[in-house]
T-cell receptor, first 110, second 110 residues
Framework: DGGITQSPKYLFRKEGQNVTLSCEQNLNHDAMYWYRQDPGQGLRLIYYSQIVNDFQKGDIAEGYSVSREKKESFPLTVTSAQKNPTAFYLC?????????FGQGTRLTVV | DAKTTQPTSMDCAEGRAANLPCNHSTISGNEYVYWYRQIHSQGPQYIIHGLKNNETNEMASLIITEDRKSSTLILPHATLRDTAVYYCIVPRLRNTPLVFGKGTRLSVIA
């Protein structure tokens, strides 16, 4: 099945630890995106990549880092510099204007 | 992305048609209107898109006014599973990040 896979679905980390969220797609899409969603709020863009080995900051990139070494993978690292990392993280990919989303990773930092 | 305006929330009786409006008065001639929905704790799901003609698929219909300044998403026979936040988006360019507003929270009531 073609699609976009995020893992894990739920993630718990201690404060001060870096954590990496996985996002993989087998849709052969060039562009990939990371969004963050807080309870009752809309999606906010963290980082995006339009091509392998290139990525741009979104509206709330501080405290996050990404890499795009392969077309199908776009991992997001939540660093200890992110002041409020507990949130729902969504990854998406697109080849035109239509985006396909993963099912999200809910990160809780305690 | 062109700015869009949607009502914050709407209710619909189960089995009735749900009509969700969206204003996009600054839309340019070659920009499409896209609709997504997000069921609680899931990733957004593409529903439908259109340029100027009305569109229909297995999920919904999209009616775009002749001046293209507004559109209406129609779910012809709403079910409880259609309860979600519905987003109207006008993407500017292909493979650029979608900008999500607050959307319309549709509650389908039994």
């Amino acid at each position: 099945d073609g699609g976009i896979t995020q893992s894990p679905k739920y993630l718990f980390r201690k404060e001060g630890q870096n954590v990496t969220l996985s996002c993989e797609q087998n849709l052969n899409h060039d562009a990939m995106y990371w969004y963050r969603q807080d309870p009752g709020q809309g999606l906010r863009l963290i980082y995006y990549s339009q091509i392998v080995n290139d990525f741009q900051k979104g509206d709330i990139a501080e405290g996050y880092s990404v890499s795009r070494e392969k077309k199908e993978s776009f991992p997001l690292t939540v660093t200890s510099a992110q002041k409020n990392p507990t949130a729902f993280y969504l990854c998406a990919s697109s080849i035109t204007r239509e985006a396909f989303f993963g099912q999200g990773t809910r990160l809780t930092v305690v | 992305d062109a700015k869009t305006t949607q009502p914050t929330s709407m209710d619909c009786a189960e089995g009735r048609a749900a009509n969700l409006p969206c204003n996009h008065s600054t839309i340019s001639g070659n920009e499409y209107v896209y609709w997504y929905r997000q069921i609680h704790s899931q990733g957004p799901q593409y529903i439908i898109h259109g340029l100027k003609n009305n569109e229909t698929n297995e999920m919904a219909s999209l009616i775009i006014t002749e001046d293209r300044k507004s559109s209406t998403l129609i779910l012809p026979h709403a079910t409880l599973r259609d309860t979600a936040v519905y987003y109207c988006i006008v993407p500017r360019l292909r493979n650029t990040p979608l900008v999500f507003g607050k959307g319309t929270r549709l509650s389908v009531i039994a």
